[in-house]
């Protein structure tokens, strides 16, 4: 199955739950992508003592997870885009939607 992923928090412990939520379904053998929009994009490098955001997203990205960032949430932010997380825009995030079987947000 063909699995979209939104994500638009970076509230440790929904955050991590979504990234985990995505490193479980690429394990069990789901295609998977994610785009990061509003906070979310702060995702990277967010570390919590309990809710290791950005441990979870490295194994996301590990298990082959692909990751899209909102280009304007990230220039709002006078943010840079990363390896893990590319500039997209929201024609990116619309090619995913109809690209997924299932859309789930976060």
């Given at each position: 199955?063909?699995?979209?992923?939104?994500?638009?928090?970076?509230?440790?412990?929904?955050?991590?739950?979504?990234?985990?939520?995505?490193?479980?379904?690429?394990k069990?053998?789901?295609?998977?992508?994610?785009?990061?929009?509003?906070?979310?994009?702060?995702?990277e490098?967010?570390?919590?003592?309990?809710?290791?955001?950005?441990?979870?997203?490295?194994?996301?990205?590990k298990?082959?997870?692909?990751?899209?960032?909102?280009?304007?949430?990230?220039?709002?932010r006078?943010?840079?885009?990363?390896?893990?997380?590319?500039?997209?825009?929201?024609?990116?995030?619309?090619?995913?939607?109809?690209?997924?079987?299932?859309?789930?947000?976060?």
């Amino acid at each position: 199955m063909k699995i979209g992923i939104i994500l638009e928090t970076h509230e440790y412990e929904k955050a991590w739950n979504a990234f985990h939520f995505a490193t479980t379904a690429r394990k069990l053998g789901h295609h998977t992508k994610m785009f990061l929009m509003g906070e979310a994009v702060e995702c990277e490098g967010l570390v919590h003592e309990k809710y290791n955001v950005s441990e979870q997203l490295q194994a996301y990205v590990k298990a082959g997870g692909e990751i899209l960032a909102c280009g304007t949430c990230l220039k709002s932010r006078q943010m840079d885009e990363t390896e893990a997380c590319p500039v997209s825009t929201m024609i990116d995030c619309v090619e995913m939607v109809l690209w997924a079987d299932k859309t789930v947000t976060f």
